[in-house]
Structures are given as structure tokens and as C-alpha cells.
């Protein structure tokens, strides 16, 4: 299994572009969510997804849009890019089911996505 | 709202020796915790998780200690090595907020030669 991947590694955008970061994961997980970590600082959720077609905001979901139309992919869509939104993003999933004395949530992460608005 | 921090942002140890690092929630509701270590360039990696039924988890070299009554859990990592040196954070998270989780943001762990 390839696990999470996300592309594009790296990308400069400027001011009010638009783009996509991808996040696809084979391990069938229903649970994916994507985060940003500012320098020197702890993950931020932005959005969150518990299944196909089902998505909701996490701590910091201004600016940004997600779809959740396949079990495997979670792409993040930035419309108008600013400044504020430099950052490195990740994107996780997990696989959210309850056993006896057994963790199953827990997350597994992509590599990220390095993102610089000029 | 809620947050998860961490005691010390830098902790440097000698190679060989035991390393422990600490962490606050402050989430009542949080019943599950979580540890990861995340090397430059990359991202995050899990390293172990415990259930608020528990007080103590063991891995492979690393040790996750969980005392509910004063918020806090620790990670101790014996002997410490080159490779270990990285930043960990932890995370919790409760039931019924679709696992999410809730970061610290993290202690960076050198290990000295």
C-alpha cells in the first residue's frame, strides 16, 4: 500500500489564485482530514470528512473548500489564495471503528504539501 | 477552547540515555492519546496511542504514561538514539467529534552524540 499521497509537493501561488491539493489514500479508511502547520506551531484541522459525500469544517476552514466524492480521495481547494494561507498542508486518514482495549483511530499522514502565496 | 500543550519546547539528551517527554490536556472529554514524531520535511508519524482505560502502554522502546486525574501524559523513550531526534507532539482526542484530534505544538527532541 502506498498509504496517503499527496501532490503537488511544492508550489508557489500568488495572490488570489486558485488551486488543488490532492490527498488520496488505498487503505480504505472513512475517516480523512486535512490540516495545516505553520511554522514551528502543531497541526490546525480545516476540514474533516467521515465518509464518502459527508464533510465538515474543522478549527480554521476559512478560505478554503473540500469534496469528499470517493472513499479514497480528499481534495482541498483554495479559491482565492492570500497570504495567510502559506503554510505546509497535510492531509491524514483513518480508519474509525470501536474494539475492545484496541486503537483504530488512529491517524496516518501524508507527506504534505508545501504552499507559499507571494 | 480546549488545547493540548506541551511542558518543554526543546529537550537534548546524550545518546544512550532515557528520554521522557511531557505533555498537559485539557480536554475532560478526551478519551483517547496519541504520539507522534515528525522528522523535517515529512509527516507526522505514529509512535504509540492510549485509551483513557488505561495508565501505561508499552511499544518498542517508547513508553506512554497517562494520568487522568492531573490532565498530563508522557512519553519515555529508552535509549535514546541519533534517529530519535525529531520533534513529537502529542494529540487527544474524544469520542464522538469524529476523532478529531487536538495538537500540541510539539518538543523538539535533540539527541547529542
Known amino acids: 500500500n502506498a498509504g496517503v499521497t499527496q501532490t503537488p509537493k511544492f508550489r508557489i501561488l500568488k495572490i488570489g489564485q486558485s488551486m488543488t491539493l490532492q490527498c488520496t489514500q488505498d487503505m480504505n479508511h472513512n475517516y480523512m482530514y486535512w490540516y495545516r502547520q505553520d511554522p514551528g506551531m502543531g497541526l490546525k484541522l480545516i476540514y474533516y470528512?467521515?465518509?464518502?459525500?459527508?464533510?465538515d469544517k474543522g478549527e480554521v476552514p476559512n478560505g478554503y473548500n473540500v469534496s469528499r466524492s470517493t472513499t479514497e480521495d480528499f481534495p482541498l481547494r483554495l479559491e482565492l489564495a492570500a497570504p495567510s494561507q502559506t503554510s505546509v498542508y497535510f492531509c491524514?486518514?483513518?480508519?474509525?471503528?470501536?474494539?475492545?482495549?484496541?486503537?483504530?483511530?488512529?491517524?496516518?499522514f501524508g507527506p504534505g504539501t508545501r504552499l507559499t502565496v507571494l | 477552547g480546549e488545547s493540548v500543550g506541551l511542558h518543554l519546547p526543546t529537550l537534548s539528551v546524550q545518546e544512550g540515555d532515557n528520554s521522557i517527554i511531557n505533555c498537559a490536556y485539557s480536554n475532560s472529554a478526551s478519551d483517547y492519546f496519541i504520539w507522534y514524531k515528525q522528522e523535517s520535511g515529512k509527516g507526522p508519524q505514529f509512535i504509540i496511542d492510549i485509551r483513557s482505560n488505561m495508565d501505561k502502554r508499552q511499544g518498542q522502546r517508547v513508553t506512554v504514561l497517562l494520568n487522568k486525574t492531573v490532565k498530563h501524559l508522557s512519553l519515555q523513550i529508552a535509549a535514546t538514539q541519533p534517529g530519535d531526534s525529531a520533534v513529537y507532539f502529542c494529540a487527544d482526542g474524544a469520542s464522538g467529534s469524529a476523532r478529531q484530534l487536538t495538537f500540541g505544538s510539539g518538543t523538539q527532541l535533540t539527541v547529542l552524540p
Open positions: 470528512s467521515v465518509g464518502a459525500g459527508i464533510t
Open positions: 491524514a486518514s483513518s480508519y474509525s471503528m470501536l474494539r475492545r482495549n484496541q486503537s483504530t483511530d488512529t491517524q496516518y
